[in-house]
């Protein structure tokens, strides 16, 4: 395991290997020492995709990577672009060019500033433009550093890697998303309606899954974010997709207490992260690789 205190964890299969890298972005729950907001701590954690890497803990048996984003998405959220700032956040002009998102408008781009069910103001005033470029020096580039590695490494190894970013939504849509108030389904496959990968991966994972008896969606609620984004070139050999899954299915929303399906939610995504494993393994242009 790699570890780098407060960014993230990393995990690597040991003998068997397999050109897929599972990515965690948005579950950290270290929260820093220098994050001081003013919303309660309850609504912070509710922003959080909670319990995503322990859904996923199985991956590595597959001969897949496991990268898990140690810090929470309410400090700076690893799945947005590194522009997507709302200026009016900060305490001074941004000594660059800004990339402002509908996200942002929102409250949900790289810098929060809304969270949980109720959509509370995060911070009670401005933030210091050197604390938002420390933020992403020190965490939002590690973080993002180690997984272009980690695709580059198979893609040297295998002539090609899948990227899977791993994601929770709330059952409903909450008030800081461009769904509020709707029912979603159980899983939602966003490929970016299919500029990030080889069609047949997102085929396969949502015939996989509607196998299990999940309702599963594909670009409806989420159509892939930034770690698809910056990571996808399936023109190169890497193939980016996410996956987004109710929390219902595996917790309680209100407690953040795993639920009794939670098990089998886990065993699910295991079996079809050899399913996914198979597939990578059977279209990597080289064969027979030993770990």
Known sequence: MKVIPGVLLRRDPGEASAPVVYDIPRSGTWYPCEFIPAAPFVDLHQSVSMHVQDLYGDVVDSGASWLYATFPNTYIDANRHEGDIDPGLLDAPWPGTLETTEKSRLGIGLIHSKCGKRGVQVYDGKLRVQDVQRRLERYYWPYHNELSSMLAERK????????????????????????????????????????????????????????????????????????????????????????????????????????DDFPAVRKHLSELAHVVSRFALENAPVKNVQS
């Open 156 to 259: 040297d190894k295998f002539g090609l890697a899948y990227h899977i970013s791993c994601h929770s939504m709330a059952s409903v849509g909450g008030p800081s998303t461009l769904d509020h108030g709707k029912p979603r389904s159980d899983f939602d496959i966003g490929d970016r309606h299919g500029a990030s990968c080889d069609p047949a991966l997102s085929e396969l994972i949502v015939s996989t899954l509607s196998g299990f008896g999940y309702r599963v969606t594909r670009n409806f609620h989420y159509a892939g974010a930034e770690s698809v984004r910056k990571h996808a070139q399936p023109a190169q050999g890497i193939h980016s997709l996410q996956i987004e899954i109710k929390r219902g299915l595996y917790m309680n929303e209100d407690t953040f207490e795993l639920s």
